[in-house]
């Protein structure tokens, strides 16, 4: 799916935001607003999951689809954390309004939640957590391992993708997207491969919108 989406998977992992951030230089008001609109993001994320969840009936999918919720539970915990470093409340962080770009993007999962099949839906969710693994990647390797004391959380943002513990779990996802890929029907395929192109532009223009700081609120 990567090699399908090749020119977008690298316009997202060289992003302003993604460079900016790598050599720590990122302006804070454009982190607060990523921090703000990912907040949503993940709300909506979780909330699809329990449709997910609700398709699947064997002990790994359910099993799978709640390491899901527990991973995007402990993202907004640390999306918190960060928001507060940054001298902001958490009570301002739950009541800003999403983006246009994020409520479409939130809408699209929540869709693929009632219409799709199982591993059409790992289709939709794939792109959001492998595009971060590769990021995370990538910086760890060229960030500096000091900052100024208000750069400090960019440092954690990257940590916390580059951990061994979220590079593992990513990567027992994309094995278990392998093994269904085997048995799913051409159909199937199909619009599994359509659900990871359009999740991966959504990815791409949440970063567009929150780096231009251009998306209108609804």
């Known amino acids: 799916m990567k090699g399908e989406n090749e020119e977008l998977w690298e316009k997202v992992l060289n992003h302003p935001f993604v460079e900016e951030m790598g050599d720590l230089e990122l302006p804070v008001k454009i982190f607060k607003t990523f921090i703000e609109q990912d907040y949503q993001y993940l709300l909506g994320f979780i909330r699809s999951l329990g449709l997910f969840l609700a398709k699947s009936e064997d002990k790994g999918d359910i099993t799978r689809f709640r390491d899901l919720v ?30 246009l770009v994020t409520e479409s993007y939130i809408s699209f999962l929540l869709r693929q939640g009632y219409e799709s099949t199982k591993f059409e839906v790992l289709g939709a969710i794939l792109p959001c957590d492998w595009i971060f693994a590769d990021i995370g990647n990538k910086l760890a390797d060229r960030t500096p391992n000091h900052a100024k004391e208000e750069k400090e959380v960019y440092l954690k943002w990257i940590e916390s993708y580059a951990s061994e513990e979220y590079q593992d779990w990513i990567r027992e996802l994309r094995e278990e997207v392998d093994e269904k890929y085997k048995k799913a029907s051409t159909q199937e395929i199909k619009r599994f491969k359509k659900n990871f192109a359009t999740g991966l532009k959504f990815e791409h223009a949440f970063l567009e919108s929150v780096y231009n700081l251009s998306g209108s609120s609804v």
Request: proline fraction near 0%; charged fraction near 35%; aromatic fraction near 16%.
């Open 70 to 99: 527990e991973i995007n539970f402990e993202e907004l915990k640390s999306l918190e954390k960060s928001y507060e470093y940054l001298d902001y409340s958490k009570e301002n962080l739950e009541s800003n309004n999403s983006y």
